[in-house]
């Protein structure tokens, strides 16, 4: 069974553009969960979609945004982006009910700069 | 107040000896919990899940959750400098969220 494939691995951007990283989920999962991890603050939740609904959001500005498609993959955007927005971004997947597990991709590393 | 705690460590133990690593958790909705290890430059990984109290083992890793006292902590026997990482504790809420601790950082010397 295929893992979770987060596209791309490695992204440089110049502050003020917008990027969108991509998660394909675990086959089967029908919950993607993405997190900011940064050495200062640890994983950040971010948002969580299910069935193509957003079910949780984190404490983030509007410039981060997301969505999820009919087939589970998910997408999250971030516009005009700031220095402090450089960090590894991680989709997490899952079956999407209580008390299951969820699991990682191997993370999109952005640096804005 | 953090949601989820841990002692960020470092942690040193020596080969062959037994690492203790504890979380508490501050909401009392939450339902499920976990331990993910991630090495340096790497995704965090699932090692273990415990949903009721008391302990469940897995291997040489054992977990233990106590709701009442909002605690959860993960023994490592025979630590192996191969368990040299980072560990993630993490705490599901009702809300759909996974909350995650900042991490102990776990050294094992050979």
């Known amino acids: 069974k295929a893992g979770v494939t987060q596209t791309p691995r490695y992204l440089i951007k110049t502050r003020g553009q917008q990027v969108t990283l991509s998660c394909s989920p675990i086959?089967?999962?029908?919950?993607v969960s993405w997190y900011q991890q940064t050495p200062g603050q640890g994983l950040q939740f971010l948002f969580e979609?299910?069935?193509?609904?957003?079910?949780n959001k984190g404490n983030f500005p509007g410039r981060f945004s997301g969505r999820q498609f009919s087939n589970s993959r998910s997408e999250m955007n971030v516009s005009t982006l700031e220095l402090g927005d450089s960090a590894l971004y991680l989709c997490?997947?899952?079956?999407?009910?209580?008390?299951?597990?969820?699991?990682f991709g191997q993370g999109t590393r952005l640096t804005v700069v | 107040q953090k949601e989820v705690e841990q002692n960020s460590g470092p942690l040193s133990v020596p080969e062959g000896a037994i690492a203790s690593l504890n979380c508490t958790y501050s909401?009392?909705?939450?339902?499920?919990f976990f331990w993910y290890r991630q090495y340096s430059g790497k995704s965090p990984e699932l090692i273990m899940s415990?949903?009721?109290?008391g302990d469940k083992e897995d291997g040489r890793f054992t977990a233990q959750l106590n709701k009442a006292s909002q605690y959860v902590s993960l023994l490592i026997r025979d630590s192996q400098p191969s368990d040299s990482a980072t560990y993630l504790c993490?705490?599901?809420?009702?809300?759909?969220?996974?909350?995650f601790g900042a991490g102990t950082r776990l050294f094992v010397k050979a």
């Open positions: 979609y299910f069935s193509e609904t957003q079910r």
């Open positions: 415990i949903y009721s109290n």
């Open positions: 086959s089967g999962h029908r919950s």
């Open positions: 997490a997947s899952g079956p999407g009910t209580p008390n299951t597990e969820a699991f």
């Open positions: 993490a705490a599901f809420t009702g809300g759909f969220k996974t909350i």
């Open positions: 909401d009392r909705g939450s339902q499920s």
